[in-house]
Protein backbone atom coordinates (compact mmCIF):
# COMPACT_ATOMS: atom_id res chain seq x y z
CA UNK A 1 0.00 0.00 0.00
CA UNK A 2 1.46 3.19 -0.83
CA UNK A 3 1.98 5.93 1.46
CA UNK A 4 -0.64 8.30 0.47
CA UNK A 5 -3.21 5.61 0.30
CA UNK A 6 -1.85 4.65 4.18
CA UNK A 7 -2.72 8.82 5.53
CA UNK A 8 -5.79 9.03 3.10
CA UNK A 9 -7.23 5.74 4.98
CA UNK A 10 -5.94 6.83 8.65
CA UNK A 11 -8.01 10.33 8.26
CA UNK A 12 -11.20 8.29 7.14
CA UNK A 13 -11.06 5.12 8.58
CA UNK A 14 -13.84 3.53 11.61
CA UNK A 15 -15.89 6.59 11.16
CA UNK A 16 -13.55 9.08 11.11
CA UNK A 17 -13.94 12.34 9.12
CA UNK A 18 -12.18 15.63 8.55
CA UNK A 19 -12.99 18.97 10.67
CA UNK A 20 -12.77 22.00 8.17
CA UNK A 21 -11.52 24.51 9.72
CA UNK A 22 -10.06 26.64 6.59
CA UNK A 23 -12.01 29.61 6.62
CA UNK A 24 -10.07 32.28 4.98
CA UNK A 25 -10.11 35.59 7.51
CA UNK A 26 -12.69 36.97 5.10
CA UNK A 27 -14.79 34.25 6.02
CA UNK A 28 -14.16 33.62 9.44
CA UNK A 29 -14.93 37.12 10.41
CA UNK A 30 -17.91 36.86 8.84
CA UNK A 31 -18.63 34.05 11.53
CA UNK A 32 -17.93 35.55 13.75
CA UNK A 33 -19.66 38.90 13.55
CA UNK A 34 -23.22 36.81 13.38
CA UNK A 35 -22.12 35.49 16.69
CA UNK A 36 -21.21 38.85 17.40
CA UNK A 37 -17.43 38.24 18.53
CA UNK A 38 -14.54 40.86 17.33
CA UNK A 39 -12.53 38.52 15.01
CA UNK A 40 -8.86 39.08 16.23
CA UNK A 41 -6.22 36.77 15.90
CA UNK A 42 -6.49 35.74 19.02
CA UNK A 43 -9.97 35.36 19.08
CA UNK A 44 -9.80 32.89 15.84
CA UNK A 45 -7.14 31.06 17.38
CA UNK A 46 -9.24 30.82 20.71
CA UNK A 47 -11.87 29.37 19.31
CA UNK A 48 -9.94 26.73 16.84
CA UNK A 49 -7.66 25.77 19.83
CA UNK A 50 -10.80 24.73 21.58
CA UNK A 51 -11.76 22.50 19.37
CA UNK A 52 -8.74 21.18 18.52
CA UNK A 53 -8.13 20.18 22.30
CA UNK A 54 -11.72 18.56 22.05
CA UNK A 55 -11.45 14.72 23.07
CA UNK A 56 -13.51 13.74 19.85
CA UNK A 57 -10.54 14.86 18.42
CA UNK A 58 -8.86 11.22 18.87
CA UNK A 59 -12.32 9.22 17.86
CA UNK A 60 -13.96 11.21 15.19
CA UNK A 61 -12.00 13.83 13.52
CA UNK A 62 -9.04 12.03 11.30
CA UNK A 63 -7.99 15.30 10.10
CA UNK A 64 -7.76 18.59 10.13
CA UNK A 65 -7.86 21.67 7.52
CA UNK A 66 -6.36 24.85 8.62
CA UNK A 67 -5.96 27.82 7.33
CA UNK A 68 -2.54 29.55 6.64
CA UNK A 69 -2.60 31.80 9.24
CA UNK A 70 -3.98 28.64 12.29
CA UNK A 71 -0.71 26.69 10.65
CA UNK A 72 1.73 28.86 11.76
CA UNK A 73 0.11 29.94 15.22
CA UNK A 74 1.03 28.72 18.80
CA UNK A 75 -1.49 27.73 21.41
CA UNK A 76 -2.09 28.94 24.98
CA UNK A 77 0.76 26.40 26.44
CA UNK A 78 3.31 27.62 23.64
CA UNK A 79 3.04 24.47 20.73
CA UNK A 80 2.59 24.16 17.62
CA UNK A 81 -1.21 24.17 15.74
CA UNK A 82 -0.22 21.01 13.65
CA UNK A 83 2.12 19.44 17.04
CA UNK A 84 -1.61 19.74 18.51
CA UNK A 85 -3.42 18.33 16.23
CA UNK A 86 -0.85 15.07 15.86
CA UNK A 87 -0.60 14.60 20.11
CA UNK A 88 -4.74 14.33 19.77
CA UNK A 89 -3.92 11.40 17.34
CA UNK A 90 -5.14 13.67 14.47
CA UNK A 91 -4.30 14.80 11.12
CA UNK A 92 -3.02 18.38 9.96
CA UNK A 93 -4.15 19.51 6.85
CA UNK A 94 -3.69 23.09 4.97
CA UNK A 95 -5.80 24.59 2.63
CA UNK A 96 -3.69 25.95 -0.73
CA UNK A 97 -5.73 27.61 -2.74
CA UNK A 98 -5.59 31.54 -3.11
CA UNK A 99 -9.82 31.74 -3.28
CA UNK A 100 -12.43 31.38 -6.29
CA UNK A 101 -11.83 34.57 -8.68
CA UNK A 102 -14.11 35.60 -11.12
CA UNK A 103 -13.54 33.91 -14.25
CA UNK A 104 -12.20 35.73 -17.75
CA UNK A 105 -14.72 35.18 -19.98
CA UNK A 106 -17.66 34.02 -18.19
CA UNK A 107 -17.82 37.05 -15.76
CA UNK A 108 -20.86 35.16 -13.13
CA UNK A 109 -18.74 32.22 -12.89
CA UNK A 110 -15.42 31.43 -10.61
CA UNK A 111 -12.00 30.15 -11.06
CA UNK A 112 -9.78 29.44 -8.46
CA UNK A 113 -6.43 30.41 -8.30
CA UNK A 114 -2.98 29.55 -6.72
CA UNK A 115 -1.19 27.65 -8.76
CA UNK A 116 1.93 30.40 -8.99
CA UNK A 117 4.71 29.56 -6.65
CA UNK A 118 2.79 26.63 -5.82
CA UNK A 119 5.08 23.98 -5.28
CA UNK A 120 7.73 26.09 -2.90
CA UNK A 121 4.48 26.76 -0.39
CA UNK A 122 4.08 22.81 -0.31
CA UNK A 123 7.49 22.35 0.53
CA UNK A 124 6.66 25.05 3.44
CA UNK A 125 3.74 23.68 4.87
CA UNK A 126 5.32 20.22 4.81
CA UNK A 127 7.75 21.05 7.25
CA UNK A 128 5.23 22.50 9.25
CA UNK A 129 3.75 19.54 9.61
CA UNK A 130 1.02 18.85 7.11
CA UNK A 131 0.00 15.58 5.85
CA UNK A 132 -2.96 16.79 3.12
CA UNK A 133 -4.03 19.65 1.72
CA UNK A 134 -7.37 20.88 0.20
CA UNK A 135 -8.37 23.10 -3.03
CA UNK A 136 -11.67 24.14 -3.83
CA UNK A 137 -13.45 24.72 -7.14
CA UNK A 138 -16.45 26.21 -6.84
CA UNK A 139 -19.59 26.06 -9.51
CA UNK A 140 -23.17 27.32 -9.67
CA UNK A 141 -26.10 26.43 -11.62
CA UNK A 142 -28.65 28.17 -13.53
CA UNK A 143 -29.92 27.24 -17.12
CA UNK A 144 -26.42 28.19 -18.57
CA UNK A 145 -23.85 27.47 -15.84
CA UNK A 146 -21.80 25.18 -15.13
CA UNK A 147 -20.24 26.40 -18.56
CA UNK A 148 -18.23 24.18 -20.04
CA UNK A 149 -14.97 26.69 -19.52
CA UNK A 150 -15.89 26.38 -15.98
CA UNK A 151 -16.04 22.86 -15.50
CA UNK A 152 -12.88 22.48 -18.07
CA UNK A 153 -10.46 25.00 -16.22
CA UNK A 154 -11.28 24.28 -12.93
CA UNK A 155 -10.63 20.79 -13.62
CA UNK A 156 -7.38 21.75 -15.16
CA UNK A 157 -6.33 23.80 -12.03
CA UNK A 158 -7.67 20.93 -9.75
CA UNK A 159 -5.09 18.33 -11.20
CA UNK A 160 -2.34 20.57 -11.34
CA UNK A 161 -2.89 21.02 -7.62
CA UNK A 162 -2.82 17.63 -6.97
CA UNK A 163 -0.36 16.60 -8.63
CA UNK A 164 1.90 18.82 -7.48
CA UNK A 165 0.63 17.76 -3.86
CA UNK A 166 1.80 14.57 -4.12
CA UNK A 167 5.23 15.55 -5.53
CA UNK A 168 5.35 16.50 -2.28
CA UNK A 169 4.26 13.51 -0.59
CA UNK A 170 0.59 15.29 0.76
CA UNK A 171 -2.60 13.57 -0.05
CA UNK A 172 -5.01 16.23 -1.79
CA UNK A 173 -8.37 17.01 -1.11
CA UNK A 174 -9.74 17.46 -4.74
CA UNK A 175 -12.96 20.21 -3.70
CA UNK A 176 -15.21 19.99 -6.60
CA UNK A 177 -18.35 22.10 -5.04
CA UNK A 178 -21.84 22.63 -7.07
CA UNK A 179 -23.44 24.88 -4.84
CA UNK A 180 -26.58 24.88 -3.34
CA UNK A 181 -27.62 28.65 -4.44
CA UNK A 182 -30.21 28.36 -7.00
CA UNK A 183 -33.43 27.18 -8.05
CA UNK A 184 -32.36 24.41 -9.84
CA UNK A 185 -33.75 20.75 -9.27
CA UNK A 186 -31.81 17.64 -7.86
CA UNK A 187 -32.31 15.94 -11.13
CA UNK A 188 -30.31 19.39 -12.66
CA UNK A 189 -27.61 18.90 -9.79
CA UNK A 190 -27.06 15.45 -9.85
CA UNK A 191 -26.53 15.83 -13.84
CA UNK A 192 -24.54 19.02 -13.79
CA UNK A 193 -22.49 17.32 -10.21
CA UNK A 194 -21.62 13.98 -12.50
CA UNK A 195 -20.56 16.04 -15.42
CA UNK A 196 -18.20 18.18 -12.92
CA UNK A 197 -16.68 14.99 -11.36
CA UNK A 198 -16.06 13.28 -14.60
CA UNK A 199 -13.99 15.84 -16.01
CA UNK A 200 -12.10 16.06 -12.69
CA UNK A 201 -10.97 12.20 -13.00
CA UNK A 202 -10.56 12.71 -16.95
CA UNK A 203 -7.67 15.55 -15.93
CA UNK A 204 -6.59 13.70 -12.25
CA UNK A 205 -5.65 10.90 -14.65
CA UNK A 206 -4.55 13.08 -17.52
CA UNK A 207 -1.93 14.77 -15.31
CA UNK A 208 -0.71 11.14 -13.90
CA UNK A 209 -2.20 11.91 -10.37
CA UNK A 210 -2.04 8.16 -8.18
CA UNK A 211 -6.00 8.25 -7.12
CA UNK A 212 -5.56 5.97 -4.44
CA UNK A 213 -3.60 8.93 -2.86
CA UNK A 214 -6.49 11.61 -3.21
CA UNK A 215 -9.59 12.39 -1.31
CA UNK A 216 -12.75 13.52 -2.78
CA UNK A 217 -14.80 16.08 -0.95
CA UNK A 218 -17.90 16.82 -2.93
CA UNK A 219 -21.47 18.33 -2.37
CA UNK A 220 -24.76 15.93 -1.59
CA UNK A 221 -27.27 16.00 -4.39
CA UNK A 222 -29.53 18.07 -3.63
CA UNK A 223 -32.30 20.75 -5.08
CA UNK A 224 -31.34 24.45 -4.94
CA UNK A 225 -32.25 26.50 -1.89
CA UNK A 226 -34.89 27.97 -3.89
CA UNK A 227 -36.13 25.41 -5.57
CA UNK A 228 -39.55 24.41 -5.60
CA UNK A 229 -38.53 20.51 -6.16
CA UNK A 230 -38.86 19.27 -2.83
CA UNK A 231 -36.94 15.93 -2.24
CA UNK A 232 -36.74 13.07 0.70
CA UNK A 233 -33.31 12.46 2.47
CA UNK A 234 -33.65 9.58 1.59
CA UNK A 235 -33.29 9.85 -2.33
CA UNK A 236 -30.74 12.61 -1.60
CA UNK A 237 -28.85 9.32 -0.11
CA UNK A 238 -29.90 7.35 -3.89
CA UNK A 239 -28.94 10.59 -6.09
CA UNK A 240 -25.71 10.85 -4.22
CA UNK A 241 -24.89 7.59 -4.39
CA UNK A 242 -25.97 6.74 -7.67
CA UNK A 243 -23.90 10.30 -8.76
CA UNK A 244 -20.66 8.93 -7.34
CA UNK A 245 -21.08 5.31 -8.32
CA UNK A 246 -21.14 6.53 -12.12
CA UNK A 247 -18.52 9.00 -12.07
CA UNK A 248 -15.95 8.40 -9.48
CA UNK A 249 -13.16 5.35 -10.62
CA UNK A 250 -12.72 2.84 -7.99
CA UNK A 251 -9.35 3.14 -7.32
CA UNK A 252 -10.79 6.50 -4.81
CA UNK A 253 -10.53 5.61 -0.97
CA UNK A 254 -12.58 7.83 0.19
CA UNK A 255 -15.42 10.54 -0.29
CA UNK A 256 -15.69 13.14 2.67
CA UNK A 257 -18.29 15.57 1.64
CA UNK A 258 -19.05 18.80 2.30
CA UNK A 259 -22.13 20.27 4.10
CA UNK A 260 -22.57 23.15 1.44
CA UNK A 261 -25.19 25.03 3.74
CA UNK A 262 -27.40 21.98 4.87
CA UNK A 263 -28.15 21.96 8.97
CA UNK A 264 -26.02 20.06 11.45
CA UNK A 265 -28.80 17.64 11.79
CA UNK A 266 -29.48 17.11 7.86
CA UNK A 267 -25.82 16.84 7.15
CA UNK A 268 -25.90 14.25 9.40
CA UNK A 269 -28.96 12.54 8.47
CA UNK A 270 -27.84 12.91 4.79
CA UNK A 271 -24.93 11.09 5.59
CA UNK A 272 -26.21 8.50 7.64
CA UNK A 273 -28.70 7.38 4.77
CA UNK A 274 -26.00 7.24 2.59
CA UNK A 275 -23.92 5.04 4.65
CA UNK A 276 -26.65 2.75 5.30
CA UNK A 277 -27.44 2.53 1.49
CA UNK A 278 -23.53 2.62 0.26
CA UNK A 279 -23.85 0.41 -2.71
CA UNK A 280 -19.95 1.18 -3.21
CA UNK A 281 -16.27 0.12 -2.42
CA UNK A 282 -16.02 4.18 -1.12
CA UNK A 283 -15.60 5.15 2.02
CA UNK A 284 -18.52 7.85 2.75
CA UNK A 285 -17.76 10.17 5.26
CA UNK A 286 -17.46 14.32 6.36
CA UNK A 287 -15.35 16.94 5.43
CA UNK A 288 -17.73 19.77 7.56
CA UNK A 289 -17.15 23.14 8.24
CA UNK A 290 -20.14 25.01 9.48
CA UNK A 291 -22.07 21.31 10.66
CA UNK A 292 -19.93 20.87 12.61
CA UNK A 293 -18.74 23.67 13.72
CA UNK A 294 -22.11 26.21 14.02
CA UNK A 295 -23.09 25.14 17.49
CA UNK A 296 -19.92 25.31 19.04
CA UNK A 297 -19.77 28.33 17.52
CA UNK A 298 -22.96 29.51 18.82
CA UNK A 299 -22.88 28.48 22.18
CA UNK A 300 -18.57 29.83 22.93
CA UNK A 301 -19.72 33.51 21.56
CA UNK A 302 -21.75 33.76 25.03
CA UNK A 303 -18.62 32.93 26.89
CA UNK A 304 -14.79 32.94 24.83
CA UNK A 305 -13.36 30.92 27.95
CA UNK A 306 -15.88 28.41 28.67
CA UNK A 307 -13.51 25.71 26.81
CA UNK A 308 -15.39 22.47 28.69
CA UNK A 309 -19.16 23.66 27.62
CA UNK A 310 -17.64 24.52 23.93
CA UNK A 311 -16.07 21.15 23.67
CA UNK A 312 -18.87 19.13 24.92
CA UNK A 313 -21.35 20.55 21.84
CA UNK A 314 -18.77 20.03 19.54
CA UNK A 315 -17.80 16.31 21.03
CA UNK A 316 -21.43 15.91 20.45
CA UNK A 317 -21.59 17.17 16.82
CA UNK A 318 -18.26 14.98 16.00
CA UNK A 319 -19.70 11.91 17.59
CA UNK A 320 -22.74 11.96 15.85
CA UNK A 321 -20.88 12.33 12.49
CA UNK A 322 -18.76 9.44 12.82
CA UNK A 323 -21.85 7.09 13.61
CA UNK A 324 -23.31 8.68 10.44
CA UNK A 325 -20.35 7.54 8.77
CA UNK A 326 -21.10 4.11 10.17
CA UNK A 327 -24.92 3.99 9.45
CA UNK A 328 -25.38 3.55 13.07
CA UNK A 329 -26.60 7.10 13.87
CA UNK A 330 -30.29 7.83 14.99
CA UNK A 331 -32.48 10.63 16.16
CA UNK A 332 -33.11 8.90 19.41
CA UNK A 333 -29.65 9.15 19.88
CA UNK A 334 -29.28 12.30 18.61
CA UNK A 335 -31.74 13.31 21.36
CA UNK A 336 -30.34 11.64 24.48
C1 LIG B 1 -14.44 26.18 5.91
O1 LIG B 1 -14.84 26.86 4.74
C2 LIG B 1 -14.07 26.64 3.56
C3 LIG B 1 -14.02 27.87 2.69
O2 LIG B 1 -13.46 28.93 3.29
P1 LIG B 1 -13.22 30.24 2.39
O3 LIG B 1 -14.48 30.45 1.57
O4 LIG B 1 -13.01 31.29 3.40
O5 LIG B 1 -12.02 29.94 1.55
C4 LIG B 1 -14.74 25.65 2.63
O6 LIG B 1 -13.92 25.30 1.54
C5 LIG B 1 -15.09 24.42 3.34
O7 LIG B 1 -13.92 23.67 3.59
C6 LIG B 1 -16.04 23.57 2.53
O8 LIG B 1 -16.93 24.33 1.73
C7 LIG B 1 -16.86 22.74 3.46
O9 LIG B 1 -17.48 23.61 4.39
P2 LIG B 1 -19.04 23.43 4.63
O10 LIG B 1 -19.37 24.52 5.61
O11 LIG B 1 -19.71 23.60 3.30
O12 LIG B 1 -19.19 22.03 5.19
Not at 162 to 168: D, N
Not at 200 to 219: A, M, Q, R, S, T
Not at 246 to 269: H, M
Not at 303 to 308: K, V
Request: charged share 25%; with cysteine; net charge positive.
Amino acid sequence: MSELNNIALKILNDGKGILAADESTGTMTKRLETVKVTSTKENRLLFRETLFSASSMTDCIGGVILYDETIKQETSKKNKIPELISKMGSAAGIKVDTGAKVLAGSPEEKITEGLDGLRERLKEYFKLGAKFTKWRGVYNISKDYPSKLSIQSNAHALARYSALVQECNMVPIVEPEVLMEGEHSAKECFLKTSEVIKKCFEELILHKVDLKGIILKPNMILAGNKSKDKISNEEVASLTLKCLKNSVPSEVPGIAFLSGGQSEIEATENLNLINKNNNTNFIMSYSYGRALQQSALQFWSKNIHDIEGTQKIFNHRAKMNSLAAKGKWSIEIENQ
